[in-house]
């Protein structure tokens, strides 16, 4: 049985269910981030260029990037391709990427128009979480990057330059947002004033027990 809630159209629901997968994405944004089940709907249609069995059902990153690489080359051999933006955004879990992602493989594969298209704009952040919530409950700057800028994202491109840039990007996303706060809501947003880029970087760990931890740090 379907969930209540995917985010995805009825059509396109009804299309993932006529598939017979080997499991039903309960949780949309987790369940086609590392590419399986992607290759596994491809497969219902390109028998001889999808092999399930040579994907990694891993949620590694290496998994993830192992997959998505398979499913790129296969599909230009069909001349086929998906926006690289939504399969980035669909790999580090960012808000809406893996719906609309899922919107794209329904188009190329039926080749049926959708209605009505569900997902966020383009910039895959949380803004429409944070404009729910009550202007005093909303991220701070450091907490905007932490929430917008993953861990696998860091992973991928550990350059602290590049990292910084994306900081910068996600920092002055966060002040233009807070700017219109205060232009339509003038008193209830708390002060504003200049704010310095944090510096993020991703460390990586062994605990004693062999485990690995990682984490964002912003200074």
């Known amino acids: 049985m379907a969930p209540k809630k995917t985010g995805l159209p009825r059509e396109v629901v009804r299309w993932l269910q006529s598939l017979d997968l080997s499991f039903y994405p309960k949780n949309v944004p987790r369940d086609f981030s590392n590419g399986y089940l992607v290759a596994e709907i491809l497969s219902r249609y390109y028998t001889q260029d999808f092999l399930v069995q040579s994907y990694d059902r891993g949620a590694s990153l290496s998994a993830k990037q192992w997959n998505w690489s398979q499913i790129e080359r296969s599909l230009q051999k069909q001349?086929?391709?998906l926006m690289k933006k939504l399969i980035d955004g669909s790999i580090h879990c960012k808000?809406?990427?893996?719906?609309l992602l899922v919107q794209e493989v329904y188009t190329l594969l039926?080749?049926?128009?959708?209605r009505d298209v569900r997902g966020p704009a383009s910039d895959f952040t949380d803004r429409q979480y944070q404009e729910l919530l009550?202007?005093?409950a909303r991220s701070t700057a450091s907490r905007a990057?932490?929430?917008n800028l993953r861990i696998t994202e860091i992973m991928a491109e550990p350059d602290i330059s590049t990292n910084q840039r994306r900081a910068e990007v996600i920092l002055h996303r966060h002040l233009g947002h807070k700017a219109e706060d205060r232009v339509l809501n003038p008193g209830k947003s708390?002060?504003?004033?200049?704010?310095n880029i944090p510096l993020c970087y991703y460390n990586a760990n062994t605990s004693t027990n062999g485990d690995k931890q990682t984490q964002i740090s912003c200074i």
């Not at 039926?110 to 959708?114: D, E, K, P, V």
């Not at 708390?190 to 704010?195: D, M, Q, R, Y």
């Open 79 to 81: 001349n086929l391709h």
């Open 95 to 99: 808000p809406g990427a893996a719906e």
């Open 110 to 114: 039926t080749t049926r128009s959708i």
């Open 134 to 136: 009550p202007t005093l």
């Open 145 to 147: 990057i932490k929430n």
């Open 190 to 195: 708390p002060g504003g004033g200049g704010a």
